[in-house]
């Protein structure tokens, strides 16, 4: 049950530029939403979150959006740096429940 | 403050074997999640435990375990191994009861092959 889906698996971007990384979901029970980097060899890292009250949370050079009607939330990091290069997976949660998606590979170009 | 610690980091496995994975979370956390990452499937949710409760579960077959003990050290076992078992499997904990109030600390990982 796909209930939270990234339906890009990679993204090439190059430096300097911006990054938009995307994601659905369908619970609509779902009230706080995240992001998390994960490098190979390495467990995922936390990113950034929003809560379903708002609709943008930034944080340096990322941005969270959260478009609720449409159940979707979008990822930008501005400027992207060859450093951010990796996978991307974000998440929903309700109260007892954190899904996560499939993740979109990041590749930032020098 | 040490985070989530998982072990072993790397096993190799025979078909119709069964496994034991360890995860300790970070001190203080009483949440501990199970995920199995494999190409293109993502993070797939096996079961979370609290208090030694287990809380939720996944859509995995009765071979996935586990369980959580007084210090929320957590163990999932994997019975009668299949090919297709071959994944990371990653433990995340959280200090608050509720999966909407905060964020999943995650481990390395323990890399099973099964061969």
């Known amino acids: 049950d796909q209930q939270v889906k990234q339906n890009s698996p990679s993204l090439s971007v190059q430096e300097g530029r911006i990054s938009i990384l995307n994601c659905d979901y369908t619970?609509?029970?779902?009230?706080?939403f995240l992001w998390y980097k994960k490098y190979p060899a390495e467990g995922p890292t936390f990113l950034i979150s929003?809560?379903?009250?708002?609709d943008k949370n930034e944080d340096g050079r990322f941005t969270v959006f959260l478009n609720k009607s449409a159940k979707h939330l979008s990822l930008h990091i501005v400027p992207s740096q060859p450093g951010d290069s990796a996978v991307y997976f974000c998440?929903?949660?309700?109260?007892?429940?954190?899904?996560f998606g499939a993740g979109t590979r990041l590749t930032v170009k020098p | 403050k040490a985070g989530v610690t998982q072990t072993p980091r790397y096993l190799i496995k025979t078909r119709g074997q069964q496994v034991t994975l360890s995860c300790s979370p970070i001190?203080?956390?009483?949440?501990v999640s199970w995920y199995q990452q494999t190409p293109g499937q993502g993070l797939q949710f096996l079961f979370e435990?609290?208090?030694?409760?287990?809380?939720n579960k996944g859509n995995f077959p009765g071979r996935f375990s586990g369980r959580q003990f007084s210090n929320s050290r957590s163990e999932m076992n994997v019975s009668t191994l299949e090919l297709g078992d071959s994944a990371l499997y990653l433990c995340?904990?959280?200090?608050?009861?509720?999966?909407?109030?905060?964020?999943?600390?995650f481990g390395e990982g323990s890399r099973l092959t099964v061969l």
């Open positions: 995340a904990s959280r200090l608050t009861s509720a999966a909407n109030t905060g964020e999943l600390f």
């Open positions: 619970n609509s029970m779902f009230d706080y």
């Open positions: 929003i809560s379903s009250i708002k």
């Open positions: 998440a929903a949660s309700s109260n007892n429940d954190m899904r």
């Open positions: 001190s203080g956390h009483r949440s």
């Open positions: 435990y609290f208090s030694e409760t287990q809380r």
